[in-house]
């Protein structure tokens, strides 16, 4: 089996693809998992692809990766036959000679591009042997950016052919409290919707993305290669305290500041359109339709003015108006009547849009210029440097300038240096259906202005990032990083200040306290201001010239290179094994066309810090859990296996039910019944609960009476020696089978649907459990809980089509089939009807339309297993704990007691807690307490099973 690398990581705007392009009968997919998590809006994404060639003869197998144009590339690993080959970031300086060495001996060469309107593409290749196969792991990082009150997750799913082990795991984690979370994109829709599920908690949440093969060809935009469209998971946080979200850690800071609950500030506004020849057609009717929009959204204390442009100069009105329903009108007919012209005198219009907010100051307003363009100037002043120098004198930081750049043929370096300058953005707008909505959507982002001259001041605080800010906008979200003095918690202080309107605010809560999120080994905090200031300093850059250009340079190459990061100033340096080129991949620049890039051969040279290389045989993974031998010689006591079905054990002595309606007790009976005790560990059960729910009910117990061929002594041999099977206790452990009994539960949990607290109960220990039965396509899933309390399951028994058989226990998997018992040499078992992938810490199991993962938790040196059901069928006969839709109450009653009213019952609970083992690191949660048929609506006999 092989490690899969399981980071997370997500933001304003988080968008990752896989591409390979295979010839099926030349290499197959066979695992590809996306993972990524997000921790204070800092997102880290982990894309790990497993490809095995097939074929009898070597072959070149390609890993093609789309990711957002903000993120940075930090990692870049190949496993290839038990050797570990790691990219290197270098200065791009460093590696353009090698490259331009390769390119003049004719070498191939890697494809680096920008791809559409977020994604930059990465892509190498390698050679694999024939019937070997090759792990390829890429780690980027990104910022993200709340627009419009919400950060989104955008994955992109391509992988070019149905993929049995596919799957996207996303955990957030945010201290403030998660606000709200929800999916959306064409991959969340129809077929696919049933693939995605959703966890909750105050502070935390998971998404995850499981489709079967099936799925993958449902979809939209689906088909026999896979899938292809995209996830977006859309998300926000509290906003509780005003001053804003803190966290620190190992001596950095970062401050996310987005106050709500503030008046919006009047604005004034002057649009400045180009209407020359260029944007003849669908540019022009576009441009028309979003105007009128933006026209219909201001707000009648809003002031505004409207100028076109082509070689001369176009005023619907010579100064600004107030947006009244008359003026409006009156703007609109001037919107549908622009046409396409001449010549473009970009200085000139800027200039006159300027001029007019310059001439109309009014006290409590912002002021905010935007320039809509599709070319570069052609007429008047054309000298890009002058242009900039006039509109820096004319604006003099009094308002932001925003430059929307119409497609491809302007200079998109032009504009964004223009804006940066004047403290804007630019923003492309693409040449498509939805241009006008682009455009719409911009000036949302800049409609409602709540805060202007914003300065973050932070006493104690050093290396800052940038701390001014000419305006805040409703639903954006204003990010400070730096280092703290000394690590001095105690003296670090936080300010902000701020105009609302007329009024000069200050954010400052001198009783909160500043809090720390991790030790010395949490570096994440750190990396997002070395994100942060990287993409700064790129920013400066651009905008100077002479020798602090190339200072801004210096600093962001420094830092790059320490922490990793593929920026415009470094590549990434991928080798290969000896004999093979070594690709160089750089980033490209926004609106960058394809980018070809000459792959380098590969020497000692070209890698002087190249790392050991890492065997991956057994020996040198000892944390991989060992394979339980079923071999007789492995088997002494071979009457102690459980046969799998009725036909199998026609002497089979009947396992004692666990319900009380199947332990009645005889009268008269005069012998102590034998119980079946948990194996004696020297630790006591741990389960606090508000009381037990079976009053009298133990762990299950045997007796003679009603058990043909057997004794109660028979059968708990019989079910100690399934345990040293099992992996759980030691063949000498079996001689103590008559200790006495001790009781032990399991707290389960039942989400709740729309509420925030779910509803928990208790099982014994030592039970079979109904865990999922799909009878359409003939699978059967039980578990037997722990004989520890509060751990989960120590045996996962599945069911296949009735001659299947696969058991799974903490440190591997068991096959077998019919009557014989086979081992599993530990690889990734994958048939025509179930597939099974063993990782680090989980088993991930697909069944027709069925995903099931089930996870390997640890708890005081000791591991069990909890099952999870990520893909529920769409047939309604399946049952089991695990396909329980969630639980839907209303709360009735809080005093004296609470009362929960389920259906039409009326249910005494007590507040309690539980862990939830559904996730990987489990959180304690919050629960209503009750008897198990309470939560359940049904006996709870009906959930238990006679054997696995």
């Given at each position: 089996m092989e490690r899969a690398v399981v980071q997370i990581t997500l933001f304003g705007l988080l968008l990752c693809l896989v591409t390979t392009l295979p010839n099926k009968d030349d290499w197959d997919i066979y695992s590809f998992h996306i993972n990524s998590t997000v921790s204070s809006r800092y997102a880290t994404t982990v894309i790990t692809s497993r490809v095995a060639n097939r074929m009898n003869e070597s072959k070149e197998i390609e890993f093609q990766v789309r990711i957002p144009k903000n993120a940075f590339i930090s990692k870049f690993t190949m496993f290839i036959d038990g050797q570990v080959y790691d990219g290197v970031v270098k200065a791009k300086e460093e590696a353009e000679q090698q490259y331009t060495e390769a390119v003049s001996r004719g070498q191939s060469a890697g494809l680096v591009s920008s791809v559409g309107r977020t994604l930059e593409e990465f892509k190498t290749s390698v050679t694999v042997a024939a019937h070997k196969k090759v792990t390829f792991e890429l780690t980027y990082e990104e910022l993200l950016?709340?627009?419009?009150?919400?950060?989104?997750?955008?994955?992109?799913?391509?992988?070019?052919?149905?993929?049995?082990?596919?799957?996207v795991d996303v955990y957030i984690h945010e201290k403030a409290g998660i606000n709200f979370i929800e999916t959306k994109g064409g991959l969340s829709t129809k077929a696919l919707a049933n693939a995605?599920?959703?966890?909750?908690?105050?502070?935390?949440?998971?998404?995850?993305?499981?489709?079967?093969?099936?799925?993958?060809?449902?979809?939209?935009?689906?088909?026999?290669?896979?899938?292809?469209?995209?996830?977006?998971?859309?998300?926000?946080?509290?906003?509780?305290?005003?001053?804003?979200?803190?966290?620190?850690?190992?001596?950095?800071?970062?401050?996310?500041?987005?106050?709500?609950?503030?008046?919006?500030?009047?604005k004034n506004v002057v649009f400045v359109i180009d209407r020359s020849g260029s944007m003849k057609g669908r540019k022009i009717e576009?441009?028309?339709?979003?105007?009128?929009?933006?026209?219909?959204?201001?707000?009648?204390?809003?002031?505004?003015?409207?100028?076109?442009?082509?070689?001369?100069?176009?005023?619907?009105?010579?100064?600004?108006?107030?947006?009244?329903?008359?003026?409006?009108?009156?703007?609109?007919?001037?919107?549908?009547?622009?046409?396409?012209?001449?010549?473009?005198?970009?200085?000139?219009?800027?200039?006159?849009?300027?001029?007019?907010?310059?001439?109309?100051?009014?006290?409590?307003?912002?002021?905010?210029?935007?320039?809509?363009?599709?070319?570069?100037?052609?007429?008047?002043?054309?000298?890009?440097?002058?242009?900039?120098?006039?509109?820096?004198?004319?604006?003099?930081?009094?308002?932001?300038?925003?430059?929307?750049?119409?497609?491809?043929?302007?200079?998109?370096?032009?504009?964004?240096?223009?804006?940066?300058?004047?403290?804007?953005?630019?923003?492309?707008?693409?040449?498509?259906?939805?241009?006008?909505?682009?455009?719409?959507?911009?000036?949302?982002?800049?409609?409602?202005?709540l805060l202007t001259n914003v300065t973050m001041m932070y006493t104690g605080g050093t290396n800052l990032t940038q701390t001014h800010f000419s305006q805040y906008y409703n639903g954006s979200e204003i990010v400070v990083a730096g280092q703290i003095t000394d690590n001095d918690i105690e003296t670090f202080t936080p300010e902000v200040v701020a105009v609302s309107g007329t009024q000069r605010l200050r954010f400052f809560n001198k009783n909160a306290t500043v809090e720390s999120t991790g030790t010395v080994t949490d570096r994440r905090i750190q990396r997002v201001w070395a994100y942060l200031t990287v993409k700064q300093l790129l920013e400066k850059e651009l905008q100077l010239s002479g020798p602090e250009k190339a200072r801004m340079k210096k600093e962001a190459l420094e830092l790059s290179l320490k922490y990793s990061f593929v920026t415009p100033f470094t590549s990434m340096v991928v080798t290969k094994p000896p004999g093979e080129n070594t690709d160089v991949l750089h980033k490209p620049k926004e609106g960058e066309k394809h980018h070809y890039k000459p792959i380098i051969p590969l020497s000692p040279a070209h890698m002087p810090q190249r790392p050991a290389i890492?065997?991956?045989?057994?020996?040198?993974?000892?944390?991989?859990?060992?394979?339980?031998?079923?071999?007789?010689?492995?088997?002494?006591?071979?009457?102690?296996?459980?046969?799998?079905?009725?036909?199998?054990?026609?002497?089979?002595?009947?396992?004692?039910?666990?319900?009380?309606?199947?332990?009645?007790?005889?009268?008269?009976?005069?012998?102590?019944?034998?119980?079946?005790?948990?194996?004696?560990?020297?630790?006591?059960?741990?389960?606090?609960?508000?009381?037990?729910?079976?009053?009298?009910?133990?762990?299950?117990?045997?007796?003679?009476?009603?058990f043909p061929g057997g004794s109660h002594g028979d059968f708990y041999l019989l079910h100690r020696i399934h345990q040293v099977l099992a992996g759980n206790l030691?063949?000498?452990?079996?001689?103590?089978?008559?200790?006495?009994?001790?009781?032990?539960?399991?707290?389960?949990?039942?989400?709740?649907?729309?509420?925030?607290?779910?509803?928990?109960?208790?099982?014994?220990?030592?039970t079979y459990i109904k865990l999922f039965h799909h009878p359409s396509d003939?699978?059967?899933?039980?578990?037997?809980?722990?004989?520890?309390?509060?751990?989960?399951?120590?045996?996962?028994?599945?069911?296949?089509?009735?001659?299947?058989?696969?058991?799974?226990?903490?440190?591997?998997?068991?096959?077998?089939?019919?009557?014989?018992?086979?081992r599993n040499p530990g690889q990734d078992l994958v048939t025509a009807d179930i597939t099974v992938f063993g990782r680090d810490k989980e088993f991930d199991v697909a069944v027709g339309d069925t995903r099931m993962v089930i996870l390997v938790h640890e708890k005081d040196g000791n591991k069990f297993l909890w099952p999870v059901l990520r893909q529920r069928p769409s047939d309604d006969r399946v049952d089991g704990i695990l396909a329980l839709k969630a639980a839907v109450y209303e709360e009735v009653q809080?005093?004296?007691?609470t009362k929960l009213k389920i259906r039409d019952q009326e249910i005494d609970v007590t507040r309690s807690s539980a862990v939830d083992y559904s996730i990987s690191i489990p959180p304690t949660l919050d629960c209503w307490f009750m008897s198990a048929e309470s939560a359940l609506q049904r006996r709870l006999d009906d959930f238990t099973a006679a054997q696995l």
């Open positions: 950016k709340r627009r419009l009150g919400k950060y989104e997750l955008q994955i992109h799913a391509r992988p070019m052919q149905p993929v049995k082990d596919f799957k995605i599920t959703k966890t909750q908690t105050e502070t935390e949440a998971w998404v995850y993305f499981y489709p079967t093969e099936a799925q993958q060809r449902a979809c939209d935009s689906c088909g026999e290669q896979g899938m292809n469209g995209d996830l977006v998971v859309v998300y926000d946080v509290n906003r509780d305290v005003a001053s804003g979200d803190i966290k620190t850690s190992y001596g950095y800071f970062v401050h996310h500041f987005a106050p709500s609950s503030l008046p919006r500030i009047p576009q441009t028309r339709i979003a105007l009128i929009h933006i026209l219909n959204d201001l707000a009648e204390d809003d002031y505004f003015g409207l100028i076109t442009f082509d070689g001369n100069i176009f005023h619907w009105k010579r100064e600004l108006v107030q947006a009244s329903k008359t003026n409006v009108n009156s703007a609109k007919k001037f919107a549908r009547g622009i046409r396409d012209g001449g010549y473009t005198d970009i200085n000139e219009a800027v200039l006159e849009g300027a001029h007019m907010l310059n001439a109309h100051p009014r006290e409590g307003s912002a002021s905010i210029l935007i320039l809509l363009t599709d070319g570069d100037p052609t007429t008047g002043e054309t000298n890009l440097e002058r242009i900039h120098s006039n509109v820096r004198r004319a604006i003099a930081d009094k308002f932001p300038l925003y430059c929307l750049g119409f497609g491809f043929d302007v200079s998109f370096e032009f504009l964004e240096k223009m804006s940066l300058q004047n403290n804007g953005v630019a923003r492309r707008i693409y040449e498509d259906s939805d241009a006008d909505l682009q455009l719409k959507g911009f000036y949302e982002e800049v409609a409602t202005p890492i065997p991956l045989s057994p020996a040198h993974m000892p944390q991989r859990p060992a394979i339980i031998p079923l071999s007789p010689a492995h088997m002494p006591q071979r009457p102690a296996i459980i046969p799998l079905s009725p036909a199998h054990m026609p002497q089979r002595p009947a396992i004692i039910p666990l319900s009380p309606a199947h332990m009645p007790q005889r009268p008269g009976q005069s012998h102590r019944r034998k119980e079946i005790s948990r194996i004696h560990t020297g630790h006591s059960p741990v389960l606090a609960r508000p009381r037990a729910p079976y009053p009298g009910v133990q762990a299950p117990y045997s007796d003679t009476a009603g030691e063949k000498d452990q079996v001689q103590h089978a008559k200790e006495p009994a001790v009781s032990v539960f399991h707290r389960i949990l039942l989400k709740a649907e729309n509420q925030s607290l779910p509803l928990c109960f208790d099982v014994p220990g030592n003939e699978l059967s899933v039980n578990g037997l809980l722990d004989s520890v309390a509060n751990r989960g399951f120590k045996i996962i028994g599945i069911h296949f089509k009735n001659n299947q058989y696969i058991e799974i226990v903490t440190n591997g998997i068991n096959v077998q089939a019919g009557q014989g018992v086979t809080q005093s004296p007691s």
